[in-house]
């Protein structure tokens, strides 16, 4: 008997022992005890106890409140997150649909208590309907060592979920169900501090999500934006498109269709990236069995949420972070605004990519106090030898000058060339020379700076055999 058996049946004894003794023989008579998920007892309805795919009557006499008060005791059900086991472990932000009574809380549960448990990790759940912990003053042991934090009120939720990353240091948040603007904001603080996020939020999709105004944000929120003409020209769209607004606050989404089967999507910045492109998708689908073999697969490329997105926009979607060619920078900001990085990046035309782990990084970007207290992520980066740049400050224009210093560093032969090419046609139009010899260039950067010659209305030839080959501007 597995570890996660013998649990099941401990607790499946305890859940006996505390029911009135006219149901214990009722549930022992039951097929298949070790896929129960819970008994309801409402008051003025007949009992029930609840299974994967189906539901049985205890008994034909109606609950009555001598009964509930008799019995008050929850059930954890284990073994249910090894299906996303590896996501988990590996310290991603992972957010959780499905519809009401799939299991979402239940999978919550088992992922706050391997984590605290089997990982070692400081876990703060913020359990506002007390439906991960229970509402007893002693959290349920079905979440191990994780810590709780309850809520007032629903409307405190936001306000919770700060205090419990600036007062109790978790490695790991774990939230029911986001639901507000404010509560998916309190989300995106926490993940900009580098703690793993578990969350549930309300929608069955991705796409209901990227839908939703409220929430989409969650998966770094669409806007629409006016390109110029040479640009529109360029990615081959009209001027009005829809781009992804920020880096998304959970990494991998993961939709619950049924117990023991997901769809999951890896990286949702890609993914939210192809739909607004009007790319079909396809999420990895895993599934277990009853002997829990798990089997993955691939659905299905769908499009149906960029078909949803030109329903409600008509121009033609275009993705984010077209570069035209210039490699992505990996950056991982520490202490920053991430959706300033990302707008700084924009507007000095470097194609960024936000990641979660310094190691995972092309560069650090930090602020000079974080710098000076060297914390244990900016030594490991320095150890790596990944470089650190410093910002004056969070606001948008000194993030923009460490940025251009990034660029600077990784300039290439490319971008060399067209600020030579710049430089020349510079000099023509002001009149210090007629014409200008740039030099040697292969055949894709020479059009490149035929290009640029073009937008500033002079003239340009190629000249010279190759390797020599060569661009001379001219009025």
Sequence with gaps: ?????????????????????ELVQRVRGLDGLDGLLEIVMDLGRLPEARFTGREEILSQREVTAEDIAFVRVGRAVYGTMEIIRDVVEAGRSILLLGRPGVGKTTLLREVA??????????????????????????????????????????????????????????????????????????ARTIAERGVQLIATAHGNTLENLM????????????????????????????KSVLERKAPPTFQTLVEIQAYQRVALYQDVAQTVDAILLGNPVAPEIRSRDATGELSVSTSTPSR????????????????????????????YPFGLSWTRVEEAARGLGLPVAIVREPDEADVVITLKNYYRRKTPRLRNAESQGIPIYIARSNSSTQIASALASVIELRRGPEDKALEEARDGIEQVVGGQSDEIELTPQNAYVRKLQHELVERANLSSRSTGNEPFRRVQIYR
């Design 304 to 331: 149906s949420a960029s078909e949803a997105m030109e329903r409600r926009s008509t121009p033609r979607i275009a993705a984010n972070g077209a570069n035209g060619g210039r490699e992505t920078v990996k950056v």
């Design 211 to 238: 839908l939703n105004p409220t929430l989409s944000d969650l998966v770094g929120g669409v806007q629409t934006v006016t390109l110029g003409d040479e640009e529109a020209r360029r990615r081959g769209t009209q």
């Design 113 to 186: 208590r391997v984590l605290a448990d089997e990982m070692g990790k400081r876990v703060v759940i913020v359990d506002t309907s007390n439906e991960i912990a229970g509402d007893g003053d002693i959290p349920h042991p079905g979440i191990g060592r994780a810590r709780r934090m309850q809520v007032a009120a629903p409307s405190l939720q936001h306000a919770v979920m700060i205090e419990a990353v600036e007062n109790h240091m978790p490695e790991v948040v774990v939230i029911d169900e986001i639901g507000t603007e404010q509560e998916a904001g309190a």
């Design 1 to 21: 008997m597995t570890r996660e058996q013998l649990l099941a049946t401990d607790e499946l004894d305890a859940i006996l022992h505390a029911l009135p003794p």
